[in-house]
């Protein structure tokens, strides 16, 4: 059995365990002589449904962990042991071929022989893996289920119970989140420490031309290797500013309309309409700045004597603004919604207009909420990569011209790790460097807005 149809027959297990487990909670309650339940039938069927699906989902997670690593080792060793000694690089390219010979990825060559019999052994020890797994965790499910069921009285305190079971498992997930970040970053980080090995740490920081082209042999031409990322830095800023400058007058002026003026079905109609902007794919915007918007601005410049380049930071700037103004938009407009009704209502009663009320009461009472969509917005501007690509080209330009062709940090990273790439060239660990980059810059971006949004929600709590 497949582990994933395993899963499901374990969740489908533990709604049939909640429905029994309820269902014998209501006939304690309403037997010939009622008796006082200590929690409400819900919550002795959550707890059989919990014990029926957490060791047994325990035991598929723990099971799949394990059985890979171990069945591969199984199946190797003939293989090792007929070759002699490999090397570890030796090692993994065959049971790299294994798997793929497996998976039946391994297609118009001639396969060794020893290599074809272990992947048959790896497979039957496969199917044997997974048939003892449905047995074990149906099992396990059963009779767990059985177990809670049998216990259910109506002094057990089984709201107890579950609310620990809910805490620790929140617990967890939050742990595991934690950790997950401190991976990603750490992973980042390895990989930085290994570039800046290689090029200075000032020199990429400060150094004012980008172009991450490495020669590979001593004659080679065209290889510059020059790792400044001033001009990238600023071509992220750049269109990101261009965006901000569109999106965020556009989507709070909007949700302040919405909110404060419009009515309820011009409200209704509206609102999703603005949200669909943040639905339509980004290479369809890309689409829409290369072929409509770059060409206007160009031709409009030429109209007025202005050189303009075919792919500029204005196109792309314009149109990432378009998109990510229901972000701007919908946030600010359900934090402005959430403004207390009271607030106006004490505004209006000294005798304050409704636009004085909304710039010098609920535009200060919402500002956490409003700077913390413009930071939404700002993160979406600096991580989109699809638009510029299309529209503002590949060129490390360091200029503040918004007329001419730029990059940014995440189209160059993706540049950098196209196709097969050796992780040992300044130019490949490049890409951790930016990303390491990134994401100092963005960090700083929180902390100043998670500054601001303690001033201010200190002063209207």
């Not at 400044?228 to 071509?235: E, F, N």
């Not at 299309?390 to 330009?397: D, K, P, Q």
Request: glycine content about 6%; overall charge neutral.
């Amino acid at each position: 059995m497949p582990p994933l149809f395993l899963i499901l027959v374990v969740l489908l297990l533990s709604a049939l365990a909640f429905w029994q487990g309820r269902r014998k909670a209501f006939a304690l309650a309403v037997q010939p002589s009622p008796v006082k339940m200590h929690s409400r039938p819900g919550y002795y069927g959550m707890l059989a449904a919990l014990w029926c699906a957490i060791p047994s989902l325990l035991i598929v997670v723990v099971w799949q962990w394990a059985a890979e690593p171990l069945l591969t080792d199984w199946a190797i060793k003939g293989v090792t042991t007929a070759k002699g000694a490999l090397t570890p690089d030796q090692l993994n390219l065959l049971v790299n071929d294994l798997r793929n010979l497996v998976a039946g990825n391994i297609l118009g060559r001639q396969v060794d022989p020893l290599l074809q019999a272990a992947a048959d052994q790896y497979a039957g020890m496969l199917r044997i893996s997974h048939l003892a797994l449905a047995v074990v965790t149906l099992a396990t499910a059963v009779i767990a289920a059985y177990l809670v069921h049998a216990r259910i009285r109506p002094d057990l305190r089984a709201r107890n119970q579950v609310e620990i079971a809910i805490e620790i498992l929140l617990n967890l997930c939050s742990t595991f989140a934690v950790f997950i970040t401190i991976g990603i970053v750490l992973s980042v980080l390895f990989e930085s420490i290994r570039f800046f090995q290689q090029v200075p740490f000032f020199d990429f920081l400060f150094g004012l031309k980008w172009s991450p082209q490495m020669a590979m042999r001593v004659d080679q031409v065209g290889s510059s290797g020059s790792f400044g990322a001033v001009p990238v830095l600023a071509g992220t800023f750049l269109i990101s500013g261009i965006a901000m400058a569109i999106a965020v007058p556009f989507g709070l002026m909007s949700a302040i309309y919405l909110s404060e003026y419009a009515g309820p079905k011009f409200r209704a109609i509206v609102k999703p309409l603005l949200e669909i902007l943040a639905g339509v794919p980004t290479v369809v915007y890309g689409f829409f700045a290369a072929l409509v918007v770059a060409p206007f601005i160009r031709n409009l410049g030429s109209a007025v004597g202005l050189s303009v380049s075919s792919e500029s930071a204005l196109a792309a700037g314009v149109v990432m603004g378009i998109m990510i103004i229901p972000f701007v938009s919908s946030l600010s407009d359900d934090v402005i919604n959430a403004v207390p009704q009271s607030m106006r209502d004490g505004s209006y009663g000294l005798g304050a207009t409704k636009s004085e009320t909304i710039k010098l009461v609920i535009l200060p009472a919402a500002l956490p909420g409003i700077v913390g969509s413009i930071l939404l917005a700002v993160s979406r501007a600096i991580g989109e990569t699809m638009i510029v690509v299309m529209a503002a080209g590949l060129a490390a330009n360091l200029t503040l011209n918004p007329l001419q062709a730029v990059t940014t940090v995440t189209v160059q990273i993706v540049t950098l790790l196209v196709g097969d790439q050796e992780f040992d060239s300044p130019k490949t660990l490049a890409a951790f460097a930016l990303g390491m980059l990134l994401f100092v810059v963005t960090l700083a971006l929180n902390v100043i807005a998670l500054y601001v949004v303690r001033k201010y929600r200190e002063e209207y709590e």
